[in-house]
């Protein structure tokens, strides 16, 4: 069988930093491309959202979130391999369960895209997927666990797995009843629109929870015609659609900024659920913003927009249940 077009497009983006700029006009040597941060992770950014960059800028919020560049290399105290603690809190299955009432399943360790500021540069998630073994074991625990009500896929992005294999791991999922809701935190929506496809569209009507799309955009430059369309599709099919931004410096730290995520979010269909603030990976620390800026950038947002267009600003602290607001 062909594989589907998204397929295709994923195993073309672009995964060299010199093309990057080449498609962009503009000069490596001037950007502080880093050979040495791109082996430690790779740059990887489908074509689709680079037509999205803006051509010869190099302070293009979208480029700035993909290009892998010298400053990542600098040692910066605080920063580290396992931010977020995730480590600790997975017991090898890929599934996390440190939120009350809901399971996290590292559903694979695949992305279209690679963020530079994201904790999975440390991580190739080798074995620890809840799909590597046919979601066995992460079955078994969600269907044990009666405290489960709401099951989330994550990664890496659970929608680079195929239509099937999702279909497989929620065909078993049916049969366990006090599951009542289903989440999906996926970027390849924005990145990728071709994935929302027919046969995944099938998918999300087909299945019997209400389905939840959280989705990953940190500025409004990430939307387009090709996006809004694939939002469309989602919530025809019936997902209610959420955005979850990063708060990065020198992409989206102005209330101008973060006011036009929020309101381009809308106008797709999208609302705004939290602003996070940076987990401290080793390689982001050029993209922190203090937290008295980030509080006085979220103070400016709600005194700018309908309360319901303002996210929750929070951060993720190792061993908490939730996020901590700030
Ligand atoms: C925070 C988080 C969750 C769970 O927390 P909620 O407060 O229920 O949203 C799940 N998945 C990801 C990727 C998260 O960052
Ligand atoms: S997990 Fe999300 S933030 Fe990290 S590389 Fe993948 S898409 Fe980007």
Redesign the pocket.
């Known amino acids: 069988m062909q594989s589907p077009r998204w397929q295709q497009l994923w195993r073309e983006a672009v995964r060299d930093g010199g093309e990057l700029l080449g498609l962009l006009g503009l000069d490596p040597a001037a950007l502080g491309l880093s050979a040495g941060a791109a082996r430690q992770f790779p740059l990887r950014v489908p074509r689709g959202f680079v037509a999205r960059m803006r051509h010869g800028d190099p302070a293009d919020p979208l480029l700035r979130q993909v290009l892998p560049v010298d400053a990542e290399m600098r040692p910066a105290p605080g920063f580290s391999l396992d931010a977020v603690g995730d480590g600790a809190a997975s017991a090898g299955d890929g599934m996390i369960r440190k939120?009350n009432g809901?399971a996290?399943l590292v559903a694979t360790g695949s992305c279209a895209i690679n963020c530079r500021y994201c904790f999975r540069r440390h991580f190739p998630y080798a074995e620890q997927t809840a799909s590597a073994a046919g979601w066995a074991a992460a079955l078994e625990r969600i269907a044990a666990d009666g405290g489960i009500e709401e099951v989330?896929l994550?990664g890496g992005d659970p929608l680079s797995l195929s239509d099937a294999k999702l279909a497989a791991f929620t065909d078993a999922l049916r049969a366990v009843p006090h599951v009542r809701r289903l989440r999906l935190?996926t970027r390849l929506p924005v990145v990728l629109p071709e994935r929302v496809d027919d046969g995944f569209t099938d998918w999300i009507a087909s299945l019997p929870w209400p389905v939840a799309v959280v989705l990953h955009a940190n500025h409004a430059n990430e939307f387009d015609a090709g996006v809004d369309a694939a939002l469309a599709r989602l919530r025809a099919a019936g997902a209610s659609l959420l955005n979850?931004a990063v708060l990065l410096r020198g992409v989206n730290d102005s209330v101008d900024a973060l006011a036009a995520l929020s309101e381009r979010g809308f106008a797709a269909g999208v609302l705004p659920y939290y602003l996070h603030q940076l987990d401290r990976v080793q390689g982001a620390a050029h993209f922190e913003v203090d937290d008295a800026r980030a509080r006085q950038l979220h103070a400016g947002l709600a005194a700018r927009l309908s309360g319901y267009l303002v996210p929750r600003l929070v951060r993720?602290v190792a061993g908490d249940p939730?996020?901590r607001p700030l």
């Open positions: 939120y809901r996290l989330i994550s935190h979850q993720e939730g996020k």
